[in-house]
């Protein structure tokens, strides 16, 4: 059973950034593609970035640019590393798992 611990969100003001981690448990990491994925109050949760086993990566729009995804294979973790933040940005960051697991989530807020 694979199981997904996040970190690393919290309060930061627009323009500042922030590290979100994942650690992954009880499943085949390296072989696995990896996301983010964010869900804002009201509305759908949305894919944010992707990273595949060859460490191809994809991007939304809207965080091409801000936002990198990596991972560390030997660790079994997935990051995102948010630069220039916006208040837009503020959701709850998920971290999924070969596209069947999912994290609890940590809250991200973007605010001045």
């Known amino acids: 059973q694979v199981q997904l611990v996040e970190s690393g969100g919290g309060l930061v003001q627009p323009g500042g950034s922030l590290r979100l981690s994942c650690v992954a448990s009880g499943g085949t990491f390296s072989l696995s593609v990896m996301a983010w994925y964010r869900q804002a109050p009201g509305k759908q949760r949305e894919l944010v970035a992707t990273?595949?086993?060859?460490?191809?990566?994809t991007y939304r729009n809207s965080v091409k640019g801000r936002f990198t995804i990596s991972r560390d294979n030997a660790k079994a973790t997935v990051y995102l590393q948010m630069n220039s933040l916006k208040p837009e940005d503020t959701a709850v960051y998920y971290c999924?798992?070969?596209?069947?697991?999912w994290g609890q989530g940590t809250q991200v807020t973007v605010s001045s």
């Open positions: 999924n798992f070969a596209y069947n697991n």
């Open positions: 990273i595949f086993a060859d460490s191809r990566t």
